[in-house]
């Protein structure tokens, strides 16, 4: 086994307590963004790792292409509004679309475990393939692996895809300046309730169905109306909060959001209301957030509002010069706080 | 989600402002009992709305804060046995022990599982009837009834494999406890409602009597913690002390008689150590005699159990309101969410987390504390 130095990492560093993986390092959270930053990144070195993008911006032959890659290791792999299947296409058909890409090829890799039935993989495969279909894209390359039985949860899948970037489209934090607008797309935390609903079997009242869509016509429709989009995030693993921390430390500009005016279905709120969970922390698989210059930003929401993936659409706050690198909310009753980037998944309390 | 807005609504909030701002005269300290209440009034900013002269004493009430090292230590290490499916409240996963916490465990091969319900342990227990199946239970009056009802059941199913790892706790002997602790600089209380909900009000007019303070049985939303500080203040403002439900909608004065006989079915008054204060006595509930056999102390017999507490810690003195948060050296530094000394850093409802995730306005995160995720 490799031995890793960790005696010249600044303190705080969790890895010095936690000399395994715990769950949390796949949360989307603090915890994965060390697992990548103090052991993927130095291992693999890279400019553009270093960007650390949904998707990167690579040049080929003069060619501006996005390039992204994502596993999916959901359970229940059914779930109320979709699959593990679709989820994978739309996953990574997303990242692409956060760099303003149409994705073109998709790669698909399956590994099955041993004794799943045939049936399962087949509805897998037919929902990735509708999936890529209504989302204009073609899954051009594959592999399929098998692992004993107990090795795994049934069907995990890996994705990656290739889009062209527009000229002109140049979509990264760094673009973000005070003064721009945050829009999101429209109702959050659909897809993380709808996942707990059926995985831990718990009733809300009323079947809540995950949001999972792909967004690369909403982003050409926003694109249309100006290229100069500042930057989009899919707001996925870690929620709206994690998107908009990773924006904020990115571009080392602050981000001041209206509470109030982030749009929670009542069935997502009364569902973290009973669990104890943020619904800005609770991930979604059909949501943007986007920053928009401000002079640009009620022509881009009206084009929003008219896609049908967009509907929801609502201006949520804006870049601020203050607080650099950190995310403010205006609570509803006039106070403020801290969103902060989550530690891993959240948990439900105890009461 | 019309009914959690009404409990919201800012015009309603700002009257009761207004009322609170009318009506406070001097300086006041309350303390909030309930650690959802101080998890409620940092996350929504009601602290900064209220008048100067009305300030917030965090109280002990978050069950994950106050359950002792020992029994976290004996959890860790009950859950770490190959025999054992080891099932808790998803909040207490991430608790320091001395040397780990649950999701170590979990990650060197224990089977520790997040449930949502006790009683979902017993059907874990059902379904592997060759596995000892552990529930981890902790917490205040609330959730000690449904507990209490799941050892219960056990017994009526005769269902050899379960057990509890009970170190459940009681309101009325904490505030007992810091009204009679020196440098105590607490002149009212807000009662917790869910508590009061299950065991009335008949514990609290002896208490507000004997210490001459208001307590005022409150809510979690926005505007019923206002209410409560508004009936506070006035209590106090008149120099009376009485014991007042601001929670008419899910509190009576006989609280909930099902859920009392239950507890008392199964559980027993006995001394308790909360984590950072000390034993105080009567303050918890174990197992009675009867049910003993499902205690995971005596069926597991762990012992030799020496903990460790980091010094710089002073979670202690959070609980009892003698310090906030952040007047702790170690606040945000050597303690953070991913680092933390105490449970108060670490539990949602905890007062450390709450001022740390929530009041940092005007510090710099650190590069690790706000990194970009792929």
């Known amino acids: 086994m490799p031995t890793v130095d960790i005696s010249g990492w600044t303190c705080p560093t969790p890895l010095r307590d936690q000399p395994r993986v715990v769950m949390g390092h796949g949360g989307g959270g603090a915890l994965s963004a060390e697992l990548v930053q103090q052991i993927f990144a130095p291992a693999f070195g890279g400019e553009i790792l270093a960007q650390l993008g949904d998707s990167a911006a690579v040049s080929l032959g003069g060619v501006r292409l996005a390039f992204s890659t994502d596993s999916y290791v ?4 059914f779930f ?6 679709d989820l994978a296409v739309n996953g990574t058909v997303n990242d692409l679309a956060m760099s303003g890409a149409q994705a073109a090829y998709l790669s698909c890799g399956f590994i099955l475990e041993e004794g799943v039935e045939m049936p399962v993989v087949a509805g897998v495969a037919d929902a990735m393939g509708a999936a890529a279909r ?12 098998v692992v004993e039985a107990g ?33 999101v797309s429209g109702d959050i935390g659909l897809h993380g309730v709808a996942i707990m609903s059926v995985r831990e079997g718990l009733e809300f009242g009323v079947e809540i169905e995950s949001d999972c869509a792909a967004l690369g016509g909403l982003v050409e429709t926003m694109l249309a109306v100006t290229p100069d989009l500042h930057v989009l995030r899919d707001p996925t693993r870690g929620g709206l909060a994690a998107a908009l921390c990773e924006i904020a430390t990115a571009s080392c500009t602050g981000i001041v959001i209206q509470e109030r005016a982030i749009p929670v279905p009542p069935a997502v709120a009364n569902a973290c209301a009973i669990l104890g969970l943020d619904p800005m922390y609770v991930a979604n698989e059909g949501k943007l957030v986007a920053f928009v210059p401000r002079e640009h930003a009620d022509a881009v929401l009206d084009a929003m509002r008219a896609h049908p993936l967009g509907a929801g659409a609502a201006i949520i706050g804006e870049a601020v010069a203050t607080h650099p690198g950190m995310v403010v909310a205006s609570t509803p009753l006039g106070g403020t706080r801290v969103v902060d980037l989550p530690l891993g998944e959240q948990l439900p309390r105890i009461c | 989600m019309k009914y959690l807005d009404e409990f919201q609504n800012p015009e309603l909030a700002r009257r009761l402002l207004d009322d609170i701002r009318s009506t406070v005269t001097r300086p006041w300290a309350l303390m909030e009992v309930c650690g959802g209440q101080t998890h409620t009034i940092i996350r929504h900013g009601i602290d900064q709305l ?55 465990v979990r990650s060197r091969g224990g089977d520790v599982r997040v449930v949502y319900s006790p009683l979902d342990a017993l059907k874990i227990a059902q379904q592997h009837p060759d596995r000892e199946v552990v529930f981890f239970g902790i917490g205040f009056e609330t959730t000690a009834p449904p507990n209490a009802m799941t050892v219960y059941q056990a017994r009526k199913l005769g269902i050899p494999n379960f057990s509890l790892l009970v170190s459940h706790v009681r309101v009325p002997p904490a505030i007992e406890a ?29 208490l507000a009597a004997r210490h001459r303070v208001p307590i005022v049985v409150t809510g979690f939303e926005p505007l019923d913690i206002l209410e409560g500080i508004r009936r506070t203040v006035r209590q106090l403002e008149r120099g009376e002390h009485t014991v007042d439900n601001a929670y008419p909608r899910a509190v009576r004065s006989e609280g909930n008689p099902a859920a009392r006989a239950m507890l008392a079915d199964v559980f027993e008054v006995t001394d308790r150590s909360w984590r950072g204060i000390g034993t105080i006595p009567a ?25 460790k507490e980091p010094a710089a810690c002073r ?21 953070t969410p991913r680092t933390p000394l105490g449970a108060t850093m670490v539990s949602s409802e905890g007062a450390c987390a709450a001022y740390y995730l929530y009041r940092r306005l005007g510090t710099t995160p650190t590069p690790q504390e706000a990194s970009p995720v792929v």
């Not at chain 2, 100067?52 to 976290?72: A, F, N, S």
């Not at chain 2, 009662?191 to 008949?202: L, Q």
């Open chain 1, 134 to 145: 209504a989302a204009g894209v073609e899954v051009a390359t594959g592999d399929t692996k």
């Open chain 1, 151 to 183: 090795h795994g949860d049934g069907v995990y899948l890996n994705t990656a895809g290739i889009g062209l970037i527009p000229a002109g489209v140049d979509l990264r934090p760094q673009r973000v300046t005070p003064g721009d607008v945050v829009i």
């Open chain 1, 80 to 85: 109320p509004g979709g699959c593990i299947g």
């Open chain 2, 315 to 335: 979670s202690g003195e959070v609980l009892q309101g003698f310090i906030k948060p952040h007047e702790c050296e170690a606040f945000g530094t050597l303690c």
């Open chain 1, 74 to 77: 959901v359970r229940p792999l």
């Open chain 2, 178 to 206: 810091i009204m009679t602790s020196p440098g105590c600089r607490v002149q009212a209380f807000l009662a917790a409602g869910h508590v009061c909900s299950v065991m009335g009000m008949e514990e609290y007019p002896e």
């Open chain 2, 283 to 307: 303050s918890g509930w174990r197992l009675s005699e009867r049910y003993r056999d499902y205690d995971a102390e005596h069926r597991f017999s762990v012992g030799g159990i020496t903990t």
């Open chain 2, 50 to 104: 209220l008048p100067d002269q009305v300030e917030l004493i965090h109280g002990p009430g978050c069950p994950v804060c106050v359950t002792p090292l020992e029994v976290i230590d004996k959890a860790l290490e009950i859950a770490a046995r190959p025999e054992v499916i080891f099932c808790s409240f998803g909040d207490m996963l991430r608790v320091p022990g001395s040397d780990r916490d649950l999701f170590q």
